[in-house]
C-alpha cells in the first residue's frame, strides 16, 4: 500500500486494522497479507476522510531552529506551531493542538539555513517529498564567498560526490555577483554547503524557496500556513 502510495506503512497497519482495506473488493483486516502486484487494493470512504483531515503545514523557519531532533540550546521548528504564527487564520481552518499530533517534518532544512519547510501528518506526502524514490525539486537561493574553481559551475550541475557517491544532476546559475540559484532532486545532509567548499566557495546565506510546485512566496518569516486544497508539491 506504501509503495503504490495510498498511505504511510503506519497508516495501512492502521487502516487495515480497522477493516478499511479491500484488495480486489474483498475486506482485508489482518496484518501481514500478502497480494499479488495486479491485485485492486482499495481504500473504504473513512480511511479517504481520515487522510484528508490530516494536515500538512507550511513554515517559514527561520535561522537557529532545528527542523528535526531539538539540538542543546535551540529549539525545534515545530515550536513555530501555534495559533500566534499562522498567517492564514482569517481565510483557512483555525489552528487546533490536533495538528501537533504526529506532525513531523518532511525534509531537513539545517540551522543556519531559512525558508520553506514542511511539517505534515500525511504519509502519502512525507514519501512524495523524502522516499528514496522522490525527484520533487526543491530551488534554493544561496549567498556565498569565495573564488570558484575554474570548472567549479560545470561540477556543481553535475560530477561532484558526497560521502563515496555520485550526485544527482543539478541546476545551478550565478543569480548576481554573490548568490547562486540551486535546485536539486536530492537532500543529502547539508549538500548545498558541501557541494560549494568542493569547488572553494562558503555559504554565508541558504534560503528554500520553492518545493515542487509549492512556493514559499510572502510566507513571513516565523510563520506558518496550511497547504491549500488545490495545491500539489508534484
Request: glycine share 10%; hydrophobic share 35%.
Amino acid at each position: 500500500m506504501a509503495e503504490r502510495g495510498l498511505c504511510s506503512r503506519r497508516e495501512a497497519d492502521e487502516f487495515i486494522e480497522r477493516g478499511w482495506v479491500f484488495v480486489d473488493g474483498r475486506r482485508v483486516s489482518e496484518l501481514g497479507v500478502r497480494v499479488g502486484q495486479d491485485a485492486r487494493v482499495t481504500l473504504a470512504p473513512e480511511a479517504t476522510r481520515t487522510q484528508q483531515q490530516r494536515a500538512t503545514i507550511l513554515l517559514h523557519k527561520p535561522v537557529g531552529y532545528v527542523s528535526g531532533q531539538p539540538e542543546p540550546g535551540y529549539s525545534p521548528a515545530v515550536s513555530l506551531i501555534g495559533p500566534d504564527n499562522q498567517a492564514d487564520r482569517d481565510v483557512a481552518q483555525r489552528f487546533h493542538p490536533s495538528h501537533l499530533k504526529n506532525l513531523a517534518p518532511a525534509g531537513r532544512l539545517d540551522i543556519d539555513s531559512t525558508g520553506l519547510l514542511v511539517l505534515t501528518q500525511d504519509g502519502r506526502i512525507a514519501r512524495q517529498l523524502i522516499g528514496e524514490d522522490s525527484k520533487v525539486e526543491k530551488e534554493y537561493i544561496v549567498r556565498v564567498e569565495g573564488t570558484l574553481a575554474e570548472n567549479g559551475l560545470a561540477l556543481l550541475n553535475h560530477g561532484l560526490w558526497l560521502d563515496d557517491r555520485p550526485l544527482r544532476p543539478a541546476e545551478v546559475e550565478w543569480i548576481n555577483d554573490d548568490q547562486l540559484r540551486f535546485v536539486l532532486r536530492e537532500g543529502r545532509k547539508r549538500q548545498i554547503r558541501r557541494m560549494c567548499e568542493l569547488v572553494g566557495l562558503k555559504v554565508v546565506g541558504l534560503k528554500r524557496v520553492r518545493i515542487g510546485h509549492v512556493k514559499l512566496g510572502d510566507l513571513p518569516l516565523g510563520q506558518w500556513r496550511f497547504l491549500r486544497e488545490d495545491e500539489r508539491f508534484g
